[in-house]
């Protein structure tokens, strides 16, 4: 009978292929449990949650003491109970904690890799842009500053003038003697 068994069905072969799966109507959304988790981790962490604990452990305590055992809460020994769900919430309060923090942790990543990514494109833009003016700069090289210029349109009016000045004087000069 063994033999007739596929390998997803043979308990020899690694569950690869095996898996739970819960019913349609049991399916639980991730994304509104890590919320609900997230919430709850918050929550336990807050100074209000610190508070409602100290009153309710306080109370329980100055409860087993000072009432009448009639009305006491139903604990043999006054805090095996309190003890007992003390226990009971450590127990799911860790993984809903856990969640929380993979939750954030998940959350971190992505902000750390969205973070990476535009520290990245301003340093391609940041070297582009001194390759840039690095290219500007070599090129006012041979770009005629102002005083460059100046001093070339002074040259040219001095020359302009000296030439005026030749022209006026072989003008007033008579003409030579034929």
């Not at 006491?72 to 226990?87: K, V």
């Not at 890799?113 to 520290?119: F, G, N, S, T, V």
């Not at 005083?147 to 030579?176: M, T, V, Y």
Request: charged share 30%.
């Amino acid at each position: 009978m063994a033999e007739n068994l596929t390998p997803e069905e043979s308990l020899s072969t690694p569950g690869s292929g095996r898996r739970f799966v819960l019913p349609k109507r049991l399916r639980i959304d991730s994304e509104a449990f890590g919320r609900f988790a997230e919430w709850i981790a918050r929550y336990m962490g807050s100074p209000a949650f610190l508070i409602w604990m100290t009153l309710f452990i306080a109370f329980w305590i100055i409860w087993n003491f000072v009432a009448p055992e009639e009305i006491r809460f139903d604990d043999p020994s006054s805090f095996i109970l309190l003890t007992f769900m003390l226990s009971i919430e450590a127990a799911y309060s860790a993984p809903l904690i856990l969640l929380a923090q993979n939750r954030q942790e998940a959350r971190d990543r992505l902000s750390f890799d969205e973070d990476r990514r535009i520290a990245a494109q301003s340093r391609a833009d940041t070297d582009f842009l001194a390759r840039e003016i690095a290219s500007l700069r070599a090129q006012m090289g041979e770009v005629a500053t102002r005083d460059f210029i100046r001093s070339e349109i002074r040259d040219q009016l001095r020359d302009l003038l000296a030439e005026l000045d030749k022209a006026e004087g072989q003008q007033e000069d008579p003409e030579p003697p034929q």
